[in-house]
């Protein structure tokens, strides 16, 4: 079982910015080859995907975030990050990685994003 690492959450004001990473806390499970993407769930709101990025590092956005948030990977780290800004508080969710499409086993305990004045 593999279990993703998210991190990076926090409290932020609206129109600031946050870097959240996931990592892969075993080494049988490869960042590198494998469809990634972010997820997140709002309060009281199912899980939602955000952006994916190929093995080829073809990333795209859902419309919501698009021209805000931004996912890249670090494959010398075997990292991958969601760069978020211009937050607003519709972006208040848990904040998960998984592979695209999402593997139950895959799923961590997320990081908090809460966008609040």
């Known amino acids: 079982q593999v279990q993703l690492v998210e991190s990076g959450g926090g409290l932020v004001q609206p129109g600031e910015s946050l870097r959240l990473s996931c990592t892969a806390p075993?080494?049988?499970?490869?960042?590198?080859?494998?469809?990634m993407a972010w997820y997140r769930q709002g309060p009281g709101k199912e899980r939602e995907l955000v952006a994916r990025?190929?093995?080829?590092?073809?990333?795209e956005v859902v419309s919501a975030v698009k021209g805000r948030f931004a996912i890249s990977r670090d494959s010398a780290k075997r990292m991958v990050n969601l760069q978020m800004n211009n937050l607003k508080p519709e972006d208040t969710a848990v904040y998960y990685c998984?592979?695209?499409?999402?593997?139950?086993?895959?799923w961590g305990k997320g990081t908090l994003v809460t966008v609040s004045s």
């Open positions: 075993v080494n049988r499970f490869t960042i590198n080859t494998n469809t």
């Open positions: 998984n592979t695209s499409p999402p593997v139950r086993t895959y």
């Open positions: 990025i190929s093995t080829r590092n073809t990333s």
